[in-house]
């Protein structure tokens, strides 16, 4: 079986191939590389023991690029990673985001309805939930009202790609929902690589351990939380990407849309997440009490039951197995793949 993964250089993309090879699928992979670097599936190449990724660097919104793929292999599924995901900058560039993120969804399914090709894993996200709802989040917990054209692209691609399935039953959807994605491969060798000044904190806690920032900002500390600071589901990226094999085994036989969780259903907050980083690495992280950032809930979690019983999937990575990996992979690349 064959698997086109779309944005597949990149942070969950690379995880997930190898997972993909690991579990014995074949993986083709078409990235524009706007946000990654070839080095990542050269990597993942040889963590699975030189296995070849046939890897076509173009956009996603290039039709004849899509189609000359599906000419030249005989894809089963596709994940479907592609999309930009800075949450400022998608404020500030809203028309490049839904450009990017929409009509890459739209070109995507037209052509691999076009080559019969009905099986699509969508990586959606938890901004999809509206702010309103009641912890932990489940996969009927109330969407919408997002924050940022970012938050959007996520909502409408799973809409897209909801209507798809109810117009044509021969289709199988799964829009997979993450929570915070943190970590890296074990060996080190391939892991999140920020291209500017970290949005997000695990990144940001490990470039200020290692020394390229001076210290973190703490964003609120007086939140409705146990210490005050944010509290959100980290989850490691090798358990997310062994999510979408375990979505792949699902869609061989279920049409339609469906809709999982990927979390592991526990919440830490921001200081639990810098004190844990700090034992588990032996490194000081220092940090500043900041203001809040605007747009942040004060808690989310997710309720990972679904995916448990339907997919038989589950998060089995610690807390201290996420801060290790996350360092591992900083230190031995401290400025990322450019090393
Ligand atoms: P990433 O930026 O590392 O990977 C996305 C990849 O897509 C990059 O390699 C980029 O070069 C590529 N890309 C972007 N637009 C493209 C296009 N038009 N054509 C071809 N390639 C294109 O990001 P990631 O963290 O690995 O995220 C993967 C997906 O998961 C994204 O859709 C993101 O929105 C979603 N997601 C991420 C998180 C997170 O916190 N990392 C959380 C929820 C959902
Ligand atoms: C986590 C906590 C911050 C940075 C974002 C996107 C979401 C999804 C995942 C893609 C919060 C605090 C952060 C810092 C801090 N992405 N923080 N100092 O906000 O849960 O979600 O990434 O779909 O759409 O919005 O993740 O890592 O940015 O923040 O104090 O320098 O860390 O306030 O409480 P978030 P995050």
């Known amino acids: 079986m064959t698997v086109l993964v779309t944005g597949g250089s990149g942070y969950i993309g690379s995880h997930t191939c190898l997972e993909l090879l690991n579990a014995g699928y074949d993986v083709v992979v078409i990235d524009n590389l706007c946000n990654s670097s070839p080095k990542s599936l050269q990597r993942v190449e040889e963590l699975a023991g030189g296995k070849h990724i046939p890897f076509y660097q173009a956009d996603v919104r290039d039709r004849a690029a899509l189609t000359k793929i599906f000419e030249e292999h005989t894809i089963d ?20 985001y839904y450009d990017n ?5 739209m070109t995507l399914c037209d052509v691999m309805g076009s080559h019969g090709c009905k099986r699509i894993v969508f990586s959606s996200s938890a901004t999809v939930y509206s ?15 997002c924050t940022n054209p970012y938050g959007w692209t ?7 790609l909801r209507d798809i399935a109810k117009a044509d039953p021969e289709w199988s959807v799964c829009n997979l929902r993450y929570f915070n994605p943190v970590g890296a491969h074990e060996s080190g060798l391939i892991g999140e690589d920020p291209k500017d000044i970290p949005n997000n904190l695990m990144p940001y806690i490990s470039q200020t351990a290692i020394g390229r920032r001076d210290h973190l900002s703490v964003f609120g500390n007086d939140y409705d939380t146990p210490d ?41 907050s921001v ?25 942040d809930l004060p808690t989310v979690y997710s309720s990972p039951e679904k995916s448990r019983q339907v997919l038989g999937w589950e998060a089995t990575y610690s807390l201290e197995d996420m801060c290790r990996d996350t360092w591992h992979w900083q230190s031995l690349n401290p400025n990322g793949y450019q090393d």
């Open 77 to 96: 599924f596709v994940i479907h990673f592609a999309g930009l995901k800075a949450v400022g900058e998608s404020v500030a560039k809203p028309l490049a």
């Open 101 to 105: 993120n929409l009509n890459a969804t």
């Open 131 to 145: 702010g309103d709802n009641k912890m932990p989040l489940s996969e009927t917990s109330k969407t919408g009202n």
């Open 154 to 160: 996520k909502y409408m691609g799973e809409q897209i």
């Open 228 to 268: 005050g600071t944010g509290v959100r589901d980290y989850i490691h990226v090798v358990d997310l990407a062994r999510g979408h094999v375990a979505a792949l085994s699902y869609l061989q036989d279920h049409k339609g849309e469906c809709i999982f969780n990927l979390g592991t259903g526990v919440g830490y």
């Open 271 to 295: 200081l639990d997440m810098v004190h844990a980083f700090e034992t588990a690495n032996g490194v000081d992280v220092p940090y500043e009490i900041a203001p809040r950032r605007p747009g």
